[in-house]
């Protein structure tokens, strides 16, 4: 009985990093319990989990490709490769001096 217990701390103390990924909700908890169980057996590899295990998921973010019609500029849009403000009518951003798709023309 005494050999159960030991054996089921062991694991619970292998196994931190996994139960922290999962407690915190993180996405990659399956990858974070693949590196624990796989190389969780040299002290890198279960230091490396551990401190993933700790990180934050990364906020997604959101760039607007159209006009920036919800602040009333409708011959504004964003440049999707620096993501500066250009006129909705360029065809080369003038901070990046990348080509950028024209938008295709509104039909009154």
Known sequence: ?????????VAAIYFIPTIIA???GKQNAVAI??????????????????V???????VPV???TQPVQQFGLTNV???PHCHSSIPAEASVCRYC?????ALPRQLN
Do not use: E
């Open 1 to 9: 009985m005494g050999f159960l217990v030991l054996l089921v701390f």
């Open 22 to 24: 999962l407690g915190r």
């Open 62 to 64: 959101s760039i607007l």
């Open 97 to 101: 001096q990348r080509d950028v798709a």
């Open 52 to 58: 993933w295990s700790l990180t934050n998921d990364p």
């Open 77 to 79: 849009r964003i440049c």
């Open 33 to 50: 319990f693949a590196l624990n169980l796989l190389l969780g057996w040299t002290f890198v590899g279960w230091v490396v989990s551990f």
